[in-house]
């Protein structure tokens, strides 16, 4: 079993930074997707930013330029830089990863999820 466990919510002024970390713990042999979805009120999750198999990285057009996501692969950790923050950024900002196991089962799990709320 993997879990995630995040990091880094909180509530911050327009034009602020925030910066949310997921780390990931069990018996994982390979990571092919781990990077960050998010929800507001009344939405649908969407992705905001991710490593995907091969290292490359997807960005929300919405929040390219002013997100940037990085990795420690020796701690199976992501972070997400999250500046110039707007109101229509806030959202719970769930984790999710996915990939293999030790015992060559694939994985799929989700963060519980942290508050990031951008106001005056």
């Known amino acids: 079993q993997v879990q995630l466990v995040e990091s880094g919510g909180g509530l911050v002024q327009p034009g602020g930074s925030l910066r949310l970390s997921c780390a990931a713990s069990?018996?994982?042999?390979?990571?092919?997707?781990m990077g960050w979805y998010r929800q507001a009120p009344g939405k649908q999750r969407e992705l905001v930013a991710a490593y995907i198999i091969g290292g490359s990285k997807n960005y929300a057009d919405s929040v390219k330029d002013r997100f940037t996501i990085s990795r420690d692969n020796a701690k199976n950790t992501v972070y997400l830089q999250m500046n110039s923050l707007l109101p229509e950024d806030t959202a719970v900002y769930y984790c999710?990863?996915?990939?293999?196991?030790?015992?060559?089962?694939?994985?799929?799990?989700w963060g519980q999820g942290t508050q990031v709320t951008v106001s005056s």
């Open positions: 069990g018996r994982i042999d390979r990571i092919n997707f």
């Open positions: 999710n990863c996915q990939g293999r196991t030790t015992m060559w089962r694939d994985f799929g799990s």
